[in-house]
Each structure stands twice: as structure tokens, then as C-alpha cells.
Nanobody, 115 residues
């Protein structure tokens, strides 16, 4: 059974940074395109960034230049570096594989940006 465990969230002020981690187990991590998503109580879950098996990345427009997705295949881990955070980045962040069929969602990690 695949498990996804997100960590690294917190409460920060605008302009500050965080580094999110996603630990995976029970899956052939290296064969999947992985992604980060985020969700607020008011909105549906939103795709944030993806990284494919070869390391190519894509980002939603609102985070381009501020967020960086990366992966460590040897450790089966996914990361998201969040720089220059803005209040509108406040959300619960989740990791998962991309595709119609996804793994069971983890608990997510809360990111709160406020002054």
C-alpha cells in the first residue's frame, strides 16, 4: 500500500520561505510523474507543480519563479521549495502522482502566510 507523508509546513510572514517534503513508500517512485497540489477551505484542490521521471518541471502561473519542485529518487522523496511567499499561498499542500488514478491522499501540510 502506498503511503504519502507531507511535512515542512508552517506559519510565516510574506516574503519568507519554506521547504516542503513528501516521503513515499510502497511504490515505484521513480516511474511516476509527481506533483504538488494545494487546497483551501473555499476552493477545490489546485495543481501547483509537477516533475517527471527525467526531472522536467512545470508550474502553475501564480508560483512561477517563486516555487521549485525537485525529487530524490534514491530516497523516494519529493520536495517543494517555496520562496517569496504571499498570503494567497496559504493552503494545505499535498503531494501525489499525476494521472487519472492517483494514490490515496496523505494528510497534507499546512502553509500559512500572514503578517
Amino acid at each position: 500500500q502506498v503511503q504519502l507523508v507531507e511535512s515542512g509546513g508552517g506559519s510565516v510572514q510574506p516574503g519568507e520561505s519554506l521547504r516542503l517534503s513528501c516521503a513515499t513508500s510502497g511504490t515505484s517512485f521513480t516511474t511516476y510523474t509527481m506533483a504538488w497540489y494545494r487546497q483551501t477551505p473555499e476552493n477545490a484542490r489546485e495543481w501547483v507543480a509537477r516533475i517527471d521521471e527525467g526531472g522536467s518541471t512545470q508550474y502553475t502561473e501564480s508560483v512561477k519563479g517563486r516555487f521549485t519542485i525537485s525529487r530524490d529518487n534514491s530516497r523516494r522523496m519529493l520536495f517543494l521549495q517555496l520562496d517569496d511567499l504571499k498570503p494567497e499561498d496559504t493552503a494545505v499542500y499535498y503531494c501525489n502522482k499525476e494521472g487519472i488514478i492517483q494514490f490515496d491522499w496523505g494528510q497534507g501540510t499546512q502553509v500559512t502566510v500572514s503578517s
